[in-house]
């Protein structure tokens, strides 16, 4: 079975600092995507970054760029340059290709961008 | 293009009643998956539906079922509600094949008291 680890509950920094969000998976599976999602306070579940398994290149999104080790499979997010609107739940999540393309989520680092 | 609604927004249950939760799709999309977020944490996954057939379940109880319609919008049934059934159940819809773009909804707070 996969998992997804996020090891820090809880982060803040001040506004325009940099800051990375960290992630740890296990799975056997040797394709598959990993995923950064937003959840702000309205609930809804919005998609940060995507990242294919089999690219080496690091997926990057305006202000947002991963981290991706796949032998130490950790799957860092660095947000640059933070604004206020960036405060929310962030959760790590991963995807198997084969079977039914469910989402395995972590845990979730509550991240606040401080004025 | 619609995006991904669900409906109602917040519910109030008994322990041992039944709920119907229900999302409509984006536009285009044939698949839809539910997923149960308890307080505080990630969601996890539910069951998804396919082309009108179930294509996966998660670790759930028969008691949690659930329908997709020939519009591809879809019914979440949770049969004698239990206290830890409380949580905000999310739908996501996404075009078979290319599952990994799911788009999620705004969710349903379920409190079951």
């Known amino acids: 079975a996969q998992t997804v680890t996020q090891s820090q509950p809880e982060m803040s920094v001040q506004e325009a600092e940099t800051v990375t969000l960290s992630c740890t998976y296990d799975?056997?599976?040797?394709?598959?995507?990993l995923f950064w999602y937003k959840q702000p306070p309205s609930r809804q579940m919005i998609l940060v970054i995507r990242?294919?398994?089999?690219?080496?290149q690091n997926a990057t999104e305006n202000r947002f760029s991963v981290n991706f080790q796949k032998a130490a499979k950790s799957f860092s997010l660095k947000i640059s340059d933070s604004q206020l609107g960036d405060t929310a739940m962030y959760f790590c999540a991963f995807m198997t290709v084969q079977g039914a393309q469910k989402l395995v989520f972590g845990q979730g680092t509550r991240l606040t961008i401080n004025p | 293009e619609t995006g991904v609604t669900q409906s109602p927004t917040h519910l109030i249950k008994t322990r041992g009643q039944q709920v119907t939760l229900r999302c409509s799709s984006q536009s285009g999309h044939n698949t839809v998956s539910w997923y149960q977020q308890a307080l505080g944490q990630g969601p996890q996954f539910i069951f998804q539906y396919y082309r009108e057939e179930e294509n996966g379940r998660g670790n759930f109880p028969p008691r949690f079922s659930g329908l997709q319609f020939p519009n591809y919008s879809s019914e979440l049934n949770v049969n004698a509600l239990e206290l830890d059934d409380s949580a905000l159940y999310l739908c996501a819809s996404s075009l078979g094949g290319l599952a990994y773009e799911q788009y999620f909804g705004p969710g349903t707070r379920l409190t079951v008291t």
């Open positions: 990242q294919e398994a089999y690219k080496q």
């Open positions: 799975t056997s599976e040797s394709n598959y995507y």
